[in-house]
DNA sequence: ACTTCTTATTAGGTATACCTAATTCTTTGT
DNA sequence: ACAAAGAATTAGGTATACCTAATAAGAAGT
């Protein structure tokens, strides 16, 4: 009767990641983002709900408290994981994800205290977003999407959306991380791309890269 | 069709650990050191045998050269976690190993190898077993364990033979950790204790305990 | 309102890796 | 040599987590 834990968390993370952008997640969009078929999703969500971990009604899914907290740990674990392989192991940042989805199940919580030590606490990941920190909370800066800056607006880089290596590389090339300022010098109209000017070089970014850049 | 490596790993790396001891192992020790029943690993050996990775005789199993090659790379991860845990997070010798046994089935060759990286190829984990390198060549030392010293005898600590934490902190809390000089001072008779001498201090050492600790 | 399209679920099936109980095969003691 | 003991396997069964194909339920278009 005991749980699968690693295949558990794998669905709140996800359930978790897609929350942000829909709230009640639908399970297409969770198999969709799993790789899985409609039906496996559909099957373990009911389990998932029968563990209370999930609340599942005509509208979708969407994490209970209990299963909120789960998932918030792993995220913790992920992101400490990939603090760890750029910041000892000398990762770049568009290496990390991948291995850090596998490290995040084996990670115990003393080990999760003993990597938030070495490192000095840190506040986010890689890619900026926020690490949730022991008991869960997570505080989570305003953004907006650098696609919606107007033309000569400034503003810091606060994370990126994004997980994939090439993208990642890309922006990292163009030294679109965070922390670093970036002004939009002009913004092409109908979707065209903005110009934008960092660290003393300009670049022509699409919408679609920019909006995945989230500034504050 | 293909595997689910974490298990066949268990089972490789068991086996090789038990080789040490019994060259073909048996069945029922390898479900004994796994907590498996027997018909349950009577089942996995013959998968395994399938696969090419042990053979299977009446006298026993053993791992064939593809078999002793993963489950060399598996031991290598096993004892690049320790140092990990060790070396840059501060743990202890004897809070690494069952960290290390999940660990071990989460690291890509990647990872192995900016492990070692960082940490400057280590060739012992904190006990002083030897890290197979990236090709499983392998060095081990020729040693003995320090229960057949005889009185006067002194030697150095290479490994420890023993995974439990309490045994563990027994040992360091005496100094007994690889690399450290012991002088045999006397050797009682009738399987009594031997009393040794390290590090300016002197202590009695049951048999058992003492045959644990190899030396050369 | 009704058909179409999408979304979700049920039905039925597979593979993996475990289990207990029963059986067979292999030693070993007398 | 043979019975008892011990080791290993076969038989039969469970749970997990996945799949495809078929069906049902809900939303949207004319």
Redesign the pocket.
């Known amino acids: 009767?005991?749980?699968?834990t690693?295949?558990?968390e794998?669905?709140l993370e996800s359930i978790y990641k897609l929350q942000q952008e829909q709230h009640p997640v639908?399970?297409?969009?969770l198999?969709e983002h799993?790789?899985?078929?409609?039906?496996?999703?559909?099957?373990?969500?009911?389990?998932l709900a029968n563990k209370r971990l999930v609340n599942?009604t005509?509208k979708?899914v969407c994490l209970t408290d209990e299963g909120n907290t789960m998932a918030k740990r792993v995220v913790r674990r992920h992101r400490l994981s990939e603090r760890l392989l750029t910041d000892i192991l000398g990762y770049k940042w568009d290496e990390v994800h991948d291995e850090a989805c596998r490290l995040e199940h084996a990670i115990s919580p003393q080990m999760e205290d003993r990597i938030a030590l070495s490192l000095g606490n840190p506040k986010t990941c890689p890619h900026g977003h926020p690490i949730p920190d022991k008991d869960g909370v997570l505080l989570k800066e305003k953004v907006r999407p650098l696609s919606e800056l107007k033309s000569k607006e400034k503003a810091i880089i606060v994370n990126v959306f994004e997980e994939d290596p090439k993208m990642l590389q890309y922006l990292a090339s163009l030294g679109l991380i965070p922390d670093v300022s970036v002004l939009v010098e002009e913004v092409a109209p109908f979707g065209g791309p903005l110009i934008v000017c960092v660290s003393g070089s300009r670049y022509a970014l699409g919408r679609e890269v920019a909006s995945k850049i989230k500034v504050k």
Request: no cysteine; hydrophobic share 30%.
């Open positions: 009767m005991e749980a699968d690693p295949r558990i794998e669905y639908s399970t297409s969009r198999a799993l790789k899985l078929s409609a039906p496996s999703v559909s099957e373990m969500v009911k389990k599942h005509e979708g």
